[in-house]
């Protein structure tokens, strides 16, 4: 299954992937620095800078910043915390481009409050093209 995050909602996103991959499906998400995180943008910028900066470089934790990596650590979070969890993460796929595929509109809801993409988010956090 091809999902296109442009426009997605970033915790339905996940939580709809999560349930699916634990059902056995191969799921490839696309367009992952499109997904928004709704809040308002300095609120949620100031919450993940103080989380990456939280530890050493050495010992962790270990924060993503590039939007796909971002969005695979969301869904990794939905999952159960033993083997079964690991096993269904390799079946999943997302890519910050859409990489010449197309697939299917989910989690899109019409966002009448303030929001963040997971590009925006990512350029913050220190990712570069």
């Avoid at 799921?27 to 928004?36: L, V």
């Avoid at 910028?45 to 924060?63: D, E």
């Avoid at 969005?71 to 910050?96: F, S, T, W």
Wanted: positive net charge; aromatic residues 6%.
């Amino acid at each position: 299954m091809i999902i296109d995050g442009k426009n997605a909602v970033l915790g339905r996103l996940a939580s709809y992937t999560a349930k699916k991959l634990l059902t056995g499906e191969e799921i490839t998400i696309i367009n992952a620095e499109n997904i928004i995180i709704t809040g308002r943008p300095n609120d949620i910028k100031t919450k993940y800078l103080a989380f990456k900066g939280r530890g050493s470089p050495q010992h962790g934790p270990f924060f993503p910043r590039q939007p796909n990596m971002f969005v695979r650590r969301v869904i990794r979070g939905m999952l159960p915390k033993e083997k079964k969890g690991r096993d269904v993460l390799k079946n999943l796929k997302v890519y910050a481009g859409s990489n010449g595929m197309s697939g299917e509109q989910i989690a899109i809801k019409l966002i009448k409050t303030n929001y963040i993409t997971v590009g925006e988010l990512s350029k913050t956090l220190g990712w570069h093209k």
